[in-house]
């Protein structure tokens, strides 16, 4: 057996031992299938989300936060909605549904915020590059980002006790997150989000970058996948980055990282040439992710 599939067959194994599966609400779900259907009835979608509570009250929050701020003027959130278009309220759904299965107030294993930060984090700067390069839709690049950690979140819930043991392992060792839970499980974040996210049937694009955004042979994976891997490093560079719920250490001031100039470098195989831009949106990208998680956590 490859030890991809093994991977595969021990992420199954592991999602089967969970106690209770996490599922998204089942508005998010319906309206994500009628987002993804050719000429979505925006009306019918902002219906549905505002008639279940607890997503709407996500989604008003999400609306209201640093990120989207132009609504000032528009009296309803269901105009609101209307007036952002389908990308937008997709980007909110699924937005919404990953502080729904990521707002764990039990968890005791990782720092909420820290892992929000994290996710917002990748998200704005996975949909800068994708600007800057012209190679994937901005917005793809966004939902991708916020999504591509879900197993992460998860497990760490799940499984809080092999989960910290495999933190520990990777801070210790000082090698990624990524193989030190397959020493631990057998499997990684990666397989056990692609597999729950196909339960919750997120698209496909989604599905590839929560899968691979880890994989060895980076350069050889689509453009969003490289993307969204070369956001995620750099914005551990940052220090955006998912963290153990203990004592935060002092994070210092500066706002680059000791590697920044390594994986700029890369930037150039993906087409974003201008670095300057890159740089000088990077400071004001990572205040608005502590605005935005400053706002929606509670
Ligand atoms: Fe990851
Ligand atoms: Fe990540």
């Known amino acids: 057996m490859s030890v991809s599939e093994s991977s595969h067959l021990s992420a199954k194994k592991i999602i089967a031992s969970f106690q209770t599966l996490p599922t998204i609400p089942a508005a998010a779900a319906r309206a994500i299938q009628i987002l993804n259907e050719p000429d979505p009835d925006l009306s019918e979608v902002a219906d549905i989300v505002l008639a279940d509570q607890v997503i709407a009250a996500r989604v008003i929050r999400i609306i209201n936060s640093p990120l989207y701020k132009l609504l000032h003027e528009i009296d309803s959130v269901k105009q609101a909605l209307i007036y952002l278009g389908p990308q937008k309220i997709f980007e909110i759904i699924l937005t919404s549904c990953f502080l729904e299965l990521t707002d764990n107030s039990g968890n005791q294993c990782l720092r909420v915020q820290s892992c929000w930060e994290h996710s917002f984090g990748v998200a704005l700067v996975s949909r800068n590059l994708a600007e800057l ?13 916020i999504l591509h950690d879900i197993g992460e979140v998860i497990l760490s819930q799940q499984l809080p006790e092999q989960f910290r043991q495999a933190m520990q392992l990777s801070l210790e060792r000082e090698v990624n997150l990524h193989d030190a839970e397959m020493e631990q499980f057998g499997t990684s974040h990666c397989e056990v989000g692609a597999l729950l996210a196909e339960q919750w049937r997120f698209p496909e694009p989604f599905l590839q970058v929560i899968l691979h955004h880890h994989s060895a042979q980076i350069e050889q994976k689509s453009p969003l996948i490289q993307i969204v891997s070369l956001a995620d490093q750099i914005c551990a560079d940052v220090r955006l980055k998912c963290e153990l719920n203990q ?16 994986l700029e470098q890369q930037l150039g195989r993906l087409g974003v040439e201008d670095l300057a831009a890159f740089r000088q949106s990077l400071g004001t990208m990572v205040q608005k992710v502590k605005e935005t998680v400053q706002s929606l956590y509670a």
């Open 133 to 145: 390069s012209g190679a994937v839709k901005p917005e793809l690049a966004f939902v991708s980002g």
């Open 247 to 262: 004592p935060v250490r002092d994070n210092g001031t500066g706002i680059y990282g000791e590697h920044l100039q390594e």
